[in-house]
C-alpha cells in the first residue's frame, strides 16, 4: 500500500480516526505555541509515527522501548528498573510471527488488529469467542447473547413492563458503556440481521455482533475489550483510556433468568465497584499449564494467593511507552497473549487440558494476538479540550522534572528511591524537549515519556492487596501457562512472569509508575481507582474513604426506574483538580436495628471491636482463599443494591487509597502548577 493509499484509508477506518485525536508529535493541547516545555507525542506508538507518510517498504527503527535494558537510567534523573524482553526472537518456538521489519508490514498488522477491535466491522472479535461462533473451542459462541437474550435484558429492570424506546441508550447507560462513531448494529425483535444489515439497533461499544464463516450476520452479540478499556470523556467516546463507567457484574445479573451461561461467572463477582474490574484475577487462569501438570507445591500456593480484588483499568495509549505491563510489570509488554486473554476462544484457556480443542483455541490467540497490539499500541491520548495557562503549565513542566520531593529542606518521611532526581519524572518519565534531549535525563531522546520504574512498597505505600495476591507461587506457575510464553523460560528473554525471584533479583516489589500521556482522561486514580482527581493524589491528607461520582440525569418519565451512568460531560468534570466530582458519602455505624450496615457504606471496621473481628475474618479469607472474595458478596437484587456499586468505600478488602505520600510536601502553589502542566501531556 503506498503512503498515498494509506493516507486516505486512515480517514475512513475508525481505529484511525481514533488516531487524529494527536497524530501529529508537534501537536500542542492547550497551548498556543510548542515551546520547549510544552509539547506532547500524545503517546501511542513511535514506530507508527515514524511511518506516517512514508512508504511501505521503509526500513523500521528500532522499537524505543527495546532500549530499555539494565544500565540506561544510571546516573540519570529518570529512573528504570523494569526491562524489555523480546518475547519473539524465536518466533519458531513461540508459533508466532516475528516483529515487523517495515512500515508497510506494520500497517497491514494494524489494519489486521483494527478488524479484531473495530465493533461492526467483518472480522471483529468478541469475548471468549474470537471472531467466528461456530467453532468447537469457542463453544460454538456460548460466551455470546443471542439476539433474542439481548433484546430482553429489560425483563431484568425493576420497574419496565415493556421495552423501553430508548433502550439502547439504557443498555449503554446501564452496564457502563458509550457509542462509538461507527456503525455496531444488532437486530430489534423480529428482524432479521441478514435482511437488515446487521439490524436497524445500536449496539453502544462493550458489545458488538459478530459475523458467521461466511460473513453474514450471525445473530449472536458478544462483550468486547472497551467493555473495561474504552470509556467516556468530554461526553464522547476515549478509546482505550481505560473506563470507569462499566459495571459487567450487573449485566451477568441481568442475563441470569435469560438463561445466558457465562452468567454463572456473576458467582465469582466481577466487581464490587462500578467502573472497576477483576481482570487481574490472573492465579485462575495459571492453574492450568501448557503442558503436564504443575507441581502439587505450586499449585497449592496459588489456591492460597487469594484475589487482587478491583482494579482500574490502565491507557492502552501508554503502553507503546512502558516495557512492561499490569500494576506491577508481572508481564513484558511483547508478550500479547495475556492483553487478548478474554478473545481466546474458550477451550484455549485451559492449558493441556483440552488437548486439540484447547490447543485450537491457542492458535486463534497466536494467529491475533501481535496484530491486536500493534493497534492498541497505536492509539493517542485525547487532547486536553479545556482552557490550559500556559505560563503555569511552563512553571508546573519546571517543578514536574526537577523538583527533588527529597530534597533536605522538605523533610520528607517517606524513603528515598534509590534511583532517579527525586522529581515526578524520575519515575513517571520524561515528556517536555528541554529534558527529553538532556543527557542527564535520558540517554536518548527516543525515550521521550518512557516509565519504567517499579517503585518499592516501602516507598510506594499504596493498597498492597494486588502485590500479596500475585505471590511466587503465582508467578512460577505462570511461567507454565500458555500466557507465560513457557517455550522462552530460562532464556535471556523468557518472557514469563517477571516478578519470579530468580528474574527480578534484588528489585524489590512494588508497583509500576505509568506514562501520563493523557492523563486528565483517565480519573480515577491509583492502581484500585480509589482517588477521583489528581489533586488528592498529590494532597493525600484531602483523600475521602467514601465518595460517589456524579451520575447522569434519568428521562423525566424513567425516574426512579431507568439505572443511569456516571456524567462524562465537562460539566461534572473537576477542571481545577482534574478529575471527577463526586459526593462525599456518611458512614453508617453498627446499630441494634441494623448491626452489620451495608458493606458499602461500613465506616472504619477498628471503630467497633465486633466489626474489627469480623473485618479481619474476612480479610484473612480474602487474602487467602482463591475465589473467596469473590464468591462472598452482597447479593445485587434492587435498584438500590445496583446504585450502592457506584459508591467507592477504601474500606474495603484492596480498596485502601492510601500511599503516594512523599508528594505530601508539595506547597499547594506547586501542585496547582504541576496539575497545570499534566493537562499538556
Known amino acids: 500500500m503506498s503512503s498515498k493509499q494509506y493516507r486516505a484509508r486512515a480517514r475512513v477506518r475508525r481505529a484511525s480516526t481514533f488516531l487524529i485525536l494527536g497524530l501529529s508529535a508537534g501537536l500542542v493541547t492547550g497551548a498556543d505555541a510548542a515551546t520547549d516545555l510544552i509539547k506532547s507525542s500524545r503517546g501511542g506508538s513511535q514506530q507508527w509515527d515514524y511511518c506516517y507518510g512514508k512508504?511501505?517498504?521503509?526500513?523500521?527503527?528500532?522499537?524505543?522501548?527495546?532500549?530499555?535494558?539494565?544500565?540506561?537510567?544510571?546516573?540519570?534523573a529518570v529512573a528504570f528498573n523494569a526491562f524489555w524482553k523480546d518475547c519473539h526472537t524465536d518466533p519458531v518456538a513461540v508459533q508466532e510471527a516475528g516483529h515487523p521489519k517495515t512500515c508497510g508490514?506494520?500497517?497491514?498488522?494494524?489494519?489486521?488488529?483494527?478488524?479484531?477491535?473495530?465493533?461492526g466491522s467483518s472480522t471483529v472479535a468478541a469475548l471468549f469467542t474470537g471472531n467466528d461462533p461456530t467453532t468447537v473451542e469457542s463453544l460454538f459462541g456460548s460466551a455470546t447473547l443471542t439476539a433474542a437474550q439481548y433484546n430482553s435484558l429489560w425483563i431484568s429492570w425493576d420497574g419496565f413492563l415493556v421495552r423501553p424506546d430508548n433502550f439502547d441508550d439504557l443498555v449503554a447507560e446501564r452496564y457502563g458503556s458509550v457509542f462509538g462513531p461507527g456503525r455496531n448494529p444488532y437486530p430489534k425483535p423480529l428482524e432479521d440481521p441478514n435482511r437488515t444489515n446487521g439490524g436497524t439497533g445500536r449496539l453502544p461499544e462493550m458489545f458488538t455482533q459478530l459475523r458467521n464463516p461466511d460473513g453474514s450476520w450471525s445473530g449472536r452479540i458478544g462483550i468486547t475489550c472497551h467493555a473495561c478499556h474504552s470509556g467516556g470523556a468530554n461526553g464522547v467516546l476515549a478509546p482505550g483510556g481505560g473506563s470507569s463507567l462499566q459495571d459487567l457484574h450487573l449485566l451477568l445479573r441481568d442475563a441470569v433468568p435469560l438463561g445466558y451461561l457465562p452468567s454463572l461467572a456473576s458467582l465469582a463477582n466481577l466487581t464490587r465497584t462500578r467502573g472497576t474490574n477483576n481482570a487481574s484475577d490472573i492465579n485462575l487462569a495459571f492453574l492450568f499449564p501448557d503442558q503436564g501438570l504443575i507441581p502439587i507445591s505450586t499449585a497449592l500456593g496459588v489456591i492460597a494467593s487469594g484475589s487482587t480484588a478491583s482494579m482500574d483499568t490502565p491507557a492502552w495509549w501508554n503502553m507503546g511507552h512502558r516495557p512492561v505491563k499490569f500494576v506491577d510489570g508481572v508481564f513484558p509488554m511483547d508478550a500479547p497473549r495475556v492483553d487478548m486473554v478474554f478473545y481466546?476462544?474458550?477451550f484455549g484457556l485451559f492449558g493441556s487440558l483440552g488437548g486439540p480443542v484447547s490447543e485450537a483455541g491457542q492458535d486463534w490467540m497466536r494467529a491475533h494476538g501481535p496484530d491486536a497490539n500493534t493497534w492498541v499500541e497505536a492509539l493517542k491520548a485525547p487532547v486536553y479540550p479545556g482552557t490550559i495557562d500556559t505560563a503555569l503549565a511552563e512553571q508546573g513542566a519546571v517543578l514536574f522534572h526537577t523538583l527533588n520531593l527529597w530534597a533536605s529542606n522538605r523533610n520528607n518521611p517517606v524513603p528515598k528511591p534509590a534511583e532517579g532526581n527525586g522529581s515526578c519524572a524520575s519515575c513517571h518519565g520524561a515528556y517536555a524537549p528541554r529534558y527529553v534531549n538532556d543527557p542527564t535525563f535520558l540517554a536518548t531522546p527516543t525515550?521521550?515519556?518512557?516509565?519504567?520504574?517499579?517503585?518499592?512498597?516501602?516507598?510506594?505505600?499504596?493498597?498492597?492487596?494486588?502485590?500479596?495476591?500475585?505471590?511466587?507461587?503465582?508467578?512460577?506457575?505462570?511461567?507454565?501457562?500458555f500466557f507465560g510464553y513457557p517455550t522462552t523460560a530460562g532464556t535471556a528473554n523468557d518472557c514469563g512472569p517477571q516478578n519470579r525471584s530468580d528474574l527480578r533479583g534484588n528489585r524489590e516489589l512494588g508497583y509500576l509508575a505509568p506514562p501520563l500521556y493523557g492523563v486528565w482522561a483517565t480519573a480515577p486514580y491509583m492502581h484500585n481507582g480509589s482517588v477521583p482527581n489528581i489533586w488528592e493524589v498529590l494532597k493525600p491528607s484531602d483523600r475521602k474513604p467514601l465518595w460517589k461520582r456524579k451520575s447522569k440525569t434519568p428521562r423525566w418519565d424513567q425516574t426512579g426506574r431507568a439505572i443511569m451512568g456516571y456524567d462524562t460531560s465537562m460539566a461534572a468534570f473537576d477542571t481545577a483538580k482534574v478529575g471527577w466530582k463526586y459526593d462525599v458519602i456518611q458512614c453508617q455505624n453498627p446499630s441494634i436495628l441494623n448491626p452489620l450496615p451495608s458493606p458499602y457504606l461500613r465506616c472504619d471496621p477498628n471503630d467497633d471491636l465486633l466489626l474489627s473481628w469480623y473485618n479481619a475474618l474476612l480479610t484473612n479469607l480474602y487474602g487467602n482463599v482463591i475465589l473467596a472474595w469473590n464468591v462472598l458478596f452482597p447479593p445485587t437484587i434492587t435498584n438500590t443494591d445496583i446504585e450502592n456499586r457506584k459508591i467507592f468505600n477504601a474500606y474495603m478488602f484492596g480498596q485502601g487509597n492510601g500511599g503516594h505520600t512523599f508528594n505530601s510536601v508539595l506547597t499547594d502553589t506547586e501542585r496547582k502548577a504541576i496539575i497545570e502542566y499534566l493537562k499538556t501531556l
Not at 498488522?109 to 477491535?117: A, M, P, S, T, W
Open 344 to 346: 481466546t476462544p474458550a
Open 55 to 76: 512508504s511501505d517498504a521503509t526500513l523500521l527503527p528500532a522499537d524505543p522501548r527495546s532500549l530499555v535494558q539494565p544500565g540506561i537510567g544510571t546516573g540519570r
Open 447 to 481: 525515550l521521550e515519556g518512557m516509565a519504567a520504574y517499579i517503585t518499592p512498597q516501602r516507598i510506594i505505600q499504596t493498597d498492597i492487596v494486588r502485590q500479596q495476591t500475585n505471590n511466587e507461587a503465582v508467578q512460577v506457575a505462570g511461567a507454565s501457562n
Open 105 to 119: 508490514e506494520l500497517r497491514q498488522r494494524f489494519y489486521r488488529g483494527d478488524g479484531l477491535l473495530d465493533t
